[in-house]
């Protein structure tokens, strides 16, 4: 499992670090789609498994134009879209007329898992927008914090961080991925070019985001466990060997994009120039 983990890694990392890095826009929000359009078949499929309902078809539509606004940096389409969701898949579920009374199950679960993904993926398609540097930032935070927490609780990990939702996560791996985020936080932030002020206060700003992206990123992670927890299955696919499904491995991103996205938007001093 381990070493299945870690060669899925070394070959997907620098393939999407050389798209990040030297790609173009599009070719980027291509990317963010496809892989967050099979995270939210994953997670419909999550929804099914509770007997509910799950318009694919439509949900994936909606997705795809959160995905398109983001793209387009249109904030009124971004609305438009959101509020379709709201508004469309609650309407398709009652025209669905199921025998069961699951409407609620159903409208709330497909309309929030087309909201929860698609404005992670937007929001990672927004940050590649302001700068590649602050994708690499998130990427390596959360890429660092995951390793370190796993390897960390594998090795000391003894206090569970919540024996019911996570019975693998510890306090110990918590407490590994906190420290790597903030180093790597640090080391980011003074190593990647055009990130504003000196080299020391770059690398203190880049610790205390990095620390606290890591704690987001845990929360993320933990809230994804809680989705597969209630439908009582352990991975939401098995599409990525040793990792499991793709929603299980972008839980963390989808979770922490939108919060980074939004401190740089209310601190723009912070954003790369």
């Known amino acids: 499992m381990r070493r299945t983990r870690e060669l899925t890694a070394a070959v997907l990392i620098p393939l999407v670090l050389s798209l990040l890095v030297w790609g173009p826009l599009w070719s980027w929000a291509l990317l963010v789609g496809l892989a967050c359009g099979a995270a939210l078949w994953e997670f419909q499929s999550l929804v099914r498994a509770s007997g509910w309902l799950a318009p694919r078809a439509?949900?994936?539509?909606?997705?795809?134009?959160?995905?398109?606004?983001?793209?387009?940096?249109?904030?009124?389409?971004l609305v438009a879209a959101a509020?379709?969701?709201?508004?469309?898949?609650?309407?398709?579920v009652l025209l669905a007329a199921p025998k069961e009374p699951v409407w609620l199950g159903s409208a709330a679960?497909?309309?929030?898992?087309?909201?929860?993904v698609g404005a992670g993926?937007?929001?990672?398609?927004?940050?590649?927008?302001?700068?590649?540097?602050t994708v690499l930032f998130l990427l390596g935070i959360v890429w660092a914090g995951d390793s370190a927490a796993y390897y960390v609780g594998s090795k000391l990990g003894k206090r569970r961080l919540a024996p019911v939702v996570s019975p693998k996560k510890s306090w110990e791996g918590f407490w590994g991925q906190i420290v790597a985020g903030a180093v790597f936080g640090a080391l980011l932030a003074v190593v990647l070019p055009r990130v504003p002020g000196t080299l020391?206060?770059?690398?203190a700003i880049?610790?205390?985001?990095?620390?606290?992206m890591s704690v987001v990123a845990v929360v993320g992670d933990l809230v994804e466990s809680t989705f597969k927890r209630s439908c009582a299955v352990k991975d939401s696919g098995g599409l990525l060997p040793g990792h499991g499904g793709?929603?299980?491995?972008?839980d963390s991103l989808l979770y922490a994009s939108p919060v980074l996205y939004g401190i740089l938007t209310l601190l723009p001093e912070l954003r790369p120039r």
């Not at 509020?83 to 398709?92: M, Q, R």
């Not at 793709?246 to 972008?250: A, I, K, M, N």
């Open 206 to 212: 880049g610790a205390l985001l990095g620390a606290f």
């Open 109 to 116: 679960g497909t309309t929030f898992a087309t909201l929860y």
């Open 83 to 92: 509020g379709a969701a709201v508004v469309a898949i609650p309407t398709l």
């Open 246 to 250: 793709l929603l299980d491995r972008l």
């Open 121 to 133: 993926g937007a929001a990672v398609i927004a940050l590649r927008g302001i700068g590649w540097e």
């Open 58 to 77: 439509l949900s994936l539509v909606l997705f795809a134009a959160l995905l398109g606004a983001a793209y387009l940096g249109s904030a009124p389409l």
């Open 200 to 203: 020391v206060v770059a690398a």
